[in-house]
């Protein structure tokens, strides 16, 4: 897909759009990318989640989007903002894989499962369904999110491309 409207959502980033644009993440190893979307008022949103809960943060100033249960209800509000209306919106995400293998089974090693289950539990906290995922693994992906259509594209280098 060749476009001129890409908006990157970098790292720990979080963008919203409306009518146009395709909204672009790379680099999902653990990360989740979650977008949110209003098909009524065309208005999407796309974070790029590094870890689950921001009670671990430890950074002076809190960076909203780079936890889980931040970076939702954040984007769900950047969005309102722009038109959009939470009882029409829905989800997508990938991303939240398990990059590394551990000869512990600790919690704290499973950075991406732990990652898109939170982020499943900020979107059943707002009753916004799931529509598709892809999650899980042990390789990365970089995702585009249209606007226009819907539409997430899912790439990564062992398994090609999606579209959900």
Not at 101 to 118: K, V
Not at 149 to 154: A, F, N, Q, S, V
């Amino acid at each position: 897909m060749i476009q001129d409207n890409f908006i990157k959502v970098a790292m720990a980033d979080l963008k919203v759009v409306n009518l146009t644009g395709i909204l672009k993440t790379t680099g999902l190893g653990s990360c989740v990318g979650v977008t949110l979307y209003d098909a009524k008022a065309k208005v999407a949103g796309m974070a790029h989640v590094m870890l689950p809960s921001s009670e671990i943060a430890k950074e002076g100033t809190l960076n909203v989007a780079k936890y889980a249960d931040t970076a939702i209800p954040d984007m769900i509000e950047k969005m309102k903002a722009l038109g959009a209306n939470v009882s029409r919106l829905e989800a997508k995400m990938a991303g939240g894989a398990q990059m590394f293998a551990f000869s512990s089974q600790s919690d704290t090693m499973r950075i991406g499962p732990r990652n898109a289950e939170s982020c499943k539990e900020m979107l059943k906290k707002f009753a916004i369904p799931l529509k598709a995922e892809d999650t899980g693994g042990s390789y990365g992906r970089t995702i585009e999110f249209n606007c226009e259509t819907g539409m997430l594209l899912i790439r990564s280098v062992q398994h090609g491309i999606k579209e959900l």
